[in-house]
């Protein structure tokens, strides 16, 4: 016997949805001095529910009624919130459970009631496999007639010392069938590695002939890519020799950069989880890894001279500083990277071609560090009062406070020494309304600095975080916010995430961009019209379909010089609802192919079918690795996905 909670929608009048939830008590007890503990992600409006205790810090609601509820007996209440139509299952509580006498019970919680899930499904066409799959597909490729027949121990000679990285990548994914022979200045060889400097830095040519395989580049990063399509010529089942087609393949990329971002802070994903996304990415020649690595809800680097961002920052529990958040909120959550584990993916990213480049976000979305270095970072007199987009009222760094600056100092210095990549990303997104309006320190430094608007103080706190890290060797990069205040220079790079529009504004007014249109590129949005489909729908719902056809920078001229200033595509997969790897894995896989061919491909050698085609090679591929995709051609792709943790 249990307790059943069940919420069910019950009017949807744009822009405000009406909700009943109801609590059956099956066990054998009354639930005494009880609450109703739930994560919700949108915001309840007081007003809505003001018969019963209410409270709200970010998803993370409790609900104490004003009675017990004995066994047997339902109890219900009603409250609304402004919202959007409910369509997804998804948009159910993501957890929840009773606290009755101080004792956390565990809830079955039931399906929502939808009053107006979504009744259809987006159909791909059937296609045949095809003979070549390379993903994303090279811009210039020609096939002979005939095949290479590759030993089990095949001779590579490797002339140039830009090829090392690319060849011990090479010999840690095929070591399960080759065992390879090292001869550099073997005069025949079945695979030969040699410099062109001619070709463009990411550029690469491979040719399979009868008798070898031959790979130039002018750099390590052209080795890397030759070897990930190298790698998809081989057989998906391959027996005592490997057989590749014959093929001349001369490929360099669209955009020099070719981006996926992970949300580790909203839960904390494993090393092994993030190794096999970068290893994939690697494989698809996506080459940097945006590492997300603090939020609100949880600050994920270790920071040794800040040990208390780690110690309080990395965890949510009832019990803790910070509440629970979105899923499994009865257990204590978290979890952080060591300086050691951050240098072991920056390694293992480094040897496939990778950069991974941290995030740690600033202003905005700063509660996890708030609440671990409150002597530094909170001002006792500061009245201002404000909510965020995701619920939050106490979230923001202050810019009139000594301690921000030497915290930031600390953390900037921490993140150069940690990470060689010559970026730092710094968020600088969602800084709500009403904040700093009633701080005596931001006020102060208003008048000092004879600012006129508090949208000021964001710049004048991110002005000062770019030259600490131009000092540092470092150039900042930042969502298209960090022009907020307007003091930042045009070295900061802006990452576009409202719109391509948006990032192409910012382009007009002298900054680098790297296009992350969330209509295309958010990979935690739901994947087709159904209810049973996973993650959330605030952009739009995001079938494999629409992120193949976009078409980056469609409205330009070719010869625009606008285009000079896009360094390239970036895609991510947002963690509020993504709780472990299977999950992230059904979430992101095979849309980041459609992403990774986007930002490769020239648009004349895209093509939906073909990239269909080519497809139905690559997900065999998939389950030989282990990875837990979305197949777009089972009738419930769904079943395939494990139920949350």
Not at 33 to 49: C, E, K, N, V
Not at 189 to 194: E, F, G, I, Q, T
Request: hydrophobic share 40%.
């Amino acid at each position: 016997m249990s307790i059943s909670v069940q919420l069910q929608v019950i009017n949807e009048t744009d822009p405000r949805c009406q909700f009943r939830v109801e609590i059956v008590n099956q066990t054998q007890h009354a639930l005494v001095d009880w609450s109703l503990h739930f994560t919700f992600d949108r915001f309840i409006q007081p007003d809505s529910i003001a018969e019963h205790k209410h409270t709200q810090v970010g998803s993370y609601c409790v609900v104490t009624p004003n009675k017990p509820l004995s066994k047997g007996e339902t109890f219900e209440f009603e409250f609304a919130a402004n919202s959007a139509k409910f369509r997804y299952l998804s948009d159910n509580f993501d957890d929840a459970f009773v606290r009755s006498n101080g004792e956390m019970i565990a809830v079955d919680l039931k399906p929502i009631i939808l009053a107006s899930p979504y009744s259809q499904r987006t159909q791909v066409p059937v296609v045949s496999a095809a003979d070549i799959a390379i993903i994303p597909k090279p811009n210039s490729l020609s096939r002979s007639q005939g095949q290479f027949h590759l030993s089990t121990s095949p001779i590579i000679a490797v002339q140039t010392e830009f090829a090392g990285n690319a060849v011990d990548w090479l010999f840690e994914e095929t070591q399960q069938l080759l065992t390879w022979q090292r001869d550099d200045y073997a005069e025949t060889a079945d695979l030969y590695l040699s410099l062109n400097a001619n070709l463009a830095p990411q550029a690469y040519q491979l040719s399979v002939t009868h008798d070898n395989i031959t790979i130039c580049a002018a750099s390590a990063a052209g080795f890397g890519h030759a070897i990930a399509s190298l790698l998809q010529l081989f057989p998906v089942d391959a027996g005592d020799a490997i057989v590749l087609p014959l093929v001349n393949i001369d490929d360099t990329p669209a955009y020099s950069l070719r981006g996926f971002m992970l949300d580790c802070a909203r839960h904390f994903h494993t090393i092994e989880t993030i190794k096999t996304q970068i290893n994939q990415c690697a494989k698809y020649k996506i080459n940097t890894f945006h590492w997300h690595l603090t939020d609100d809800e949880g600050w994920r680097v270790e920071i040794p001279s800040l040990p208390q961002l780690t110690q309080v920052g990395a965890y949510r529990g009832v019990d803790d500083a910070i509440e629970p958040q979105f899923t499994q909120i009865k257990q204590k959550h978290g979890g952080f990277y060591s300086t050691l584990q951050v240098k072991e993916i920056v390694e293992f990213a480094r040897v496939r071609g990778i950069t991974v480049i941290p995030e740690i976000d600033i202003p905005g979305h700063c509660r996890a560090a708030i609440k671990s270095l409150p002597e530094l970072l909170v001002e006792p007199s500061d009245q201002s009062q404000y909510r965020s987009i995701q619920n939050y009222t106490d979230n923001v760094l202050n810019p009139g406070l000594a301690g921000t600056y030497q915290f930031l100092d600390t953390v900037l210095d921490a993140l150069a020494d940690l990470f060689p990549a010559p970026y730092v990303h710094i968020g600088a997104d969602e800084v709500p309304e009403g904040v700093w309006l009633h701080s005596p320190s931001c006020q102060a430094l208003m008048r000092a600095e004879e600012y006129t608007d508090a949208k000021e103080l964001q710049g004048h706190l991110l002005r000062y975080a770019e030259r600490k890290l131009h000092a540092l060797g470092k150039r900042m990069l930042g969502w298209e916010e960090a022009q907020h205040g307007d003091k930042v220079s045009t070295n900061t790079v802006i990452y576009s995430w409202l719109s391509e529009q948006a990032g192409l504004e910012c382009a007009q007014r002298g900054h680098d961009v790297v296009l992350q249109p969330a209509q295309y590129t958010y990979l935690d949005l739901t994947q087709d019209y159904d209810p049973q489909e996973y993650g959330v729908d605030w952009a739009c719902v995001l079938p494999l379909e629409t992120v193949y056809s976009y078409q980056p920078l469609a409205q330009l001229k070719p010869s625009d010089p606008l285009r000079n200033k896009i360094l390239g595509i970036q895609c991510a997969a947002w963690c509020e609802l993504i709780n472990h790897g299977s999950r992230l894995e059904y979430m992101i896989y095979p849309r980041l192919q459609a992403v990774a061919e986007a930002a490769w491909t020239q648009p004349p050698h895209r093509d939906w079918r073909c990239f269909l085609s080519r497809l139905k090679v690559d997900l065999p591929r998939l389950d030989r690795t282990g990875i837990h995709y979305r197949d777009p051609w089972l009738a419930k792709p769904y079943d395939r996905q494990p139920q949350q943790n």
